[in-house]
């Protein structure tokens, strides 16, 4: 019987060995290479979706926009001005009038050397320094919707039609016709939004609700 119990005794340490847990080892195996599962994965594909950082607006230098009543005498009007170009001087102005429900009714471009063509009436030297000129299509483009730019009436009751016709550079707003003339004299609220172009070109905008258009008076 001794001998059977240090018989037992001598085994069951090789039998523990045998059963017992699972060595760190193994785990290791089980895990894959970290380099490895790198190179396996797939690569995420290009965002070719996304919106550019730069947009249209990125060249606007300047804006003035105003409210004023032109085409509806119970909703104003957005008239607005937009500079965009690389600088000041060498830019181009959109101008545009909006109505309340969002149509564009007139649209023109003006060039920053058209802007800025006045500046030599004002100039008391020879000529004018950059940051006087720019400062000259700063204050252009601030002036530009100033209330003494719009007059009412848009024509006198007794305002003779005109013969021949105002030039008027391409595209240009239509001239009024005799008919359409006759219908703004006998309307003393319709009104008439003057403004510079150039030196000398003083242009007159107004809404015709006989032609439904915006038309240029002489």
């Avoid at 919106?51 to 300047?62: E, H, K, R, W, Y």
């Avoid at 085409?71 to 104003?76: G, M, T």
Wanted: proline fraction near 10%; charged fraction near 20%; hydrophobic fraction near 45%.
């Amino acid at each position: 019987m001794r001998v059977h119990l240090l018989l037992l005794s001598a085994l069951f340490p090789l039998a523990a060995a045998c059963s017992g847990p699972t060595s760190q080892p193994a785990e290791q195996a089980a895990t894959p290479n970290t380099a490895e599962a790198a190179a396996i994965a797939p690569l995420e594909p290009l965002d070719t979706v996304r919106a550019a950082t730069v947009t249209a607006q990125s060249d606007t230098l300047l804006t003035n926009q105003s409210r004023h009543v032109f085409s509806n005498q119970a909703a104003p009007d957005v008239f607005s001005l937009v500079l965009r170009g690389p600088a000041v001087l060498s830019g181009e102005a959109t101008f545009t009038i909006t109505t309340a429900t969002g149509e564009v009714i007139f649209r023109e471009i003006l060039t920053s050397p058209e802007l800025e063509a006045a500046l030599v009436y004002e100039m008391k030297t020879p000529t004018a320094t950059q940051a006087e000129r720019e400062a000259y299509v700063r204050r252009r483009l601030r002036e530009f919707f100033a209330d003494a730019n719009f007059r009412r009436p848009a024509l006198a009751a007794n305002a003779a039609y005109p013969s021949p016709a105002p030039a008027y550079p391409s595209p240009a707003p239509a001239s009024p016709d005799r008919a359409t003339w006759n219908d703004l004299r006998q309307r003393p609220d319709a009104v008439r939004f003057d403004y510079l172009v150039g030196k000398e070109d003083r242009r007159h905008l107004v809404w015709s609700p006989l032609g439904q258009q915006v038309v240029h008076l002489p």
